[in-house]
């Protein structure tokens, strides 16, 4: 057989065309960037110059120092890209000129300017810019760098040669000959690879050969063990499923245990959610069953994408239910892998199911002690399931635990209904044991204890408290005169007539005594109880309730005692109310129908 070009070769062609292809690109490569920046180089070297240079230069025209000047000039040319050089004066005579004029490819004009002369400049700074002599400058780098480039890959090319040659090409030879294959008829060349890859196929068709009935036996070995894997991997997914559902009962009974009634509703929600990811299913809900027996209130979760149906079924009477709900109150559980499954019987739950898109469906009755409570269950949509025994065993236990949360809320809600009635009748009956039955104000009781409670806020804020003793004039006398029917109505006129007068939260009236009122004023100080008591007493003479066998008027009348509170002088609130029972009793004293305070409006 005829050797093609051996491999050592072809990868040192090979690798010359790329070195060479290389290069040409990275010179072509940095000719360009180099252009570009020499271009770049002249465009910005004479706003530099002006920056930089031309204050000098400026400054040593003025003072005439023809050294500096040239020492300037001489030090700017030694910059890429000048060539020339010329210092003009402002008639265009030539003072000082250095440099090439023949390489000059552009010129720049710029004035040697000083703030000593004004806008005067001292003279031209003529620039010859050569980009010829860039372009040298670039050819010549490119030319090194090129030159650097072949010798760093000539020398990686031989070096790869000669590892190729002694680490790969002579093992290739020694294996071929170590075969000792017969090499196969060919009208074309071979290289080394090609003759040993000749040489392999050989050797793998009769390794073919030999492994066939060897493979034929292990397949059918393999195909055997596959499938035990398959059957206990399937066992194993089941257990571990059937594990992680029994203990996410067990969390949820032992949460559920001591749950809050308020946070029942939450919990349940976030329940259905975790048993429906782990059964996979697409529903999961729980619907109640009112003492009426229509599923209300009802809980569902859906998987993303799935609609709904717990708003179809609420306020649903489960009389409806010709075949399902009978069966499911019977058998406590129903489940189908596929709707056909479903006897004729329940031909109508059936098309109701397929209307909603059901596949399967699994639902257990909720009951406690006889008492239907509700339906929980789960349903599939997107592809028919098949239960399994343990798992409904397991949905069984779920409905025992719902069975008994539903049960728990039912009587906390009557236990709190029992005791909201109960705190209500307490409320109800604290309010007639402070309420005076004639007159529906507040009676002594309640006055004794709001008037501690008010004078201790007041001595601790340091706010006003005033305090209003009323007693109606010679009521013993009405009494007698028209008899104490009588005398009961002009007590609830007198009554709602101070309610009237006083309907701030803060403010307290009381009847005492008989004929007599109390009135605890906070935040009012003497002049206002006083005025407001004034107010009160004309009131009460406009009702005109007849008194015909009173001296003072025709009418009834009373007499009020005012007294505000002094932290100075009443140690106590029983001091306060002594002051305004004084005064009461001077305004008595005084005739009767009038008031008498700190400052008595008359």
Known sequence: MKLATPLGRQQLQRALLFIALFCLLVLSLQLYLGHRSRQQLLVNLPQRIEQQVMPLLAQSVWDVDQAATRDLLQNLLQQEGISQLSLRNNQGAVQLEIGNRNAITHVVELPVQSARTGDQPLGQLRIGLSLSMLEQQLWQECLLSLLVLLLGLGGLAAINHHFLRRQVLRPLQQLQDRLKLRQPASDGEQDELQQLSSSLQQLQQLQHDYEHSHQQQERELARHRDHLAELVAMRTAELEHLIRFQHLISELSTRFIHLPLAEQHQAIASALERIGTLLEVDRCYLFRVTPELTIHDNQEWCASGISSTAAFYENYPIAESQWFIPQLQRQQLQAFSSLEEIPPE???????????????????????????????????????????????????????????VLLRKQQMEELDATQHALSRANEKLEGIANTDGLTGLANRRLFDLRKQQEFAAACALKQELSVLLIDVDLFKAYNDCFGHLEGDQCLRQLASELAQQFQLEAQLVARIGGEEFAVLLPHLSANEATLLAEGLRQRIWQLAIPHMASPVSTHVTVSIGVASLDRHRHDSIDDLLAEADSRLYEAKHQGRNRVVGPQAAR
């Open 346 to 404: 329940g031909h109508q739950e059936r098309q109701q199911f397929a209307a909603h898109g059901i596949q399967s469906i699994a639902v257990v009755t909720l009951a406690q002690q006889r008492q239907l409570l509700g339906f929980f269950g789960c349903d599939v949509v997107t592809r028919p399931r098949q239960w399994l025994d343990k798992e409904l065993s397991l949905l069984r236990l779920v409905g025992e635990m719902l069975s008994n």
